[in-house]
């Protein structure tokens, strides 16, 4: 979706590395989820955010919603070959209503 | 739990050909969703359905239609299929919306190319 930008759109790194994958809407957004996709299967969900400020982990991913509730981050401290897969943010944003937006997805590969 | 369920997970048809996807879910969920997945365009919604018997327009409908006769089931139709519906659909549910909070659960895909 354009209202939702993801970056990077791919990104490789190395076992053990730590990365971030960014989400920016220009609009406000009134809740953040974060879903996996590995290849050729469905989206397995990781996250949801709704409040400014909130921070969720789970294992080694932690997701932010900023302040002003118009980006989310995603970091995965100590990356391991099993995050390898395509990492979705979904956004509800008001002029959609409550339907979920997203992001065209980031690509991430983890070489060992 | 199966939870959210798709079939066929493969299909090629010829262009002006119909075909129907079924989806099932068992979580008792009211909200039911189709999207298709193109590459860098992310998901988007096609049709969904907000309970038993009712269906409403996405992003993208044309060329699609839906039924949702049980709450189980979502039923996405194409009656005439073009090259441009070649895509990944996806059927999601969800026990309320997604700014109430309520997360959706996706099924595996269905790969549809038209030739």
């Known amino acids: 979706s354009q209202e939702l930008e993801q970056s990077p759109q791919s990104l490789i790194v190395q076992e053990g590395k730590n990365l971030t994958i960014n989400c920016t809407s220009s609009?406000?957004?009134?809740?953040l989820y974060w879903y996996k996709q590995k290849y050729g299967e469905g989206l397995i969900f990781l996250m949801m955010?709704?409040?400014?400020?909130e921070e969720k982990s789970h294992e080694k991913i932690t997701a932010k919603l900023d302040e002003k509730k118009q980006q989310s981050s995603l970091h995965i401290t100590a990356s391991q070959p099993s995050h390898a897969g395509i990492y979705l943010c979904?956004?509800?944003?008001?002029?959609?209503?409550?339907?979920?937006?997203f992001g065209a997805g980031t690509i991430l590969r983890v070489k060992s | 739990n199966a939870g959210v369920t798709q079939t066929p997970k493969f299909r090629v048809l010829k262009t002006g050909q119909s075909m129907t996807l079924l989806c099932a879910q068992d979580?008792?969920?009211?909200?039911m969703y189709w999207y298709r997945q193109d590459p860098g365009m992310g998901l988007r919604l096609i049709h969904y359905?907000?309970?038993?018997?009712?269906?409403a327009k996405g992003e993208v409908p044309d060329g699609y239609n839906v039924s949702r006769l049980k709450k189980q089931n979502f039923l996405l139709g194409l009656e005439s299929a073009a090259p441009s519906q070649t895509s990944v659909y996806f059927c999601?549910?969800?026990?309320?919306?997604?700014?109430?909070?309520?997360?959706?659960?996706f099924g595996p895909g269905t790969r549809l190319t038209v030739l």
């Open positions: 359905s907000v309970g038993e018997g009712t269906t």
């Open positions: 955010l709704q409040k400014g400020g």
């Open positions: 979904g956004a509800v944003v008001m002029e959609y209503g409550n339907k979920l937006v």
């Open positions: 979580m008792n969920h009211e909200y």
């Open positions: 999601a549910s969800s026990y309320g919306t997604s700014g109430a909070g309520y997360t959706q659960y």
């Open positions: 609009k406000t957004l009134y809740g």
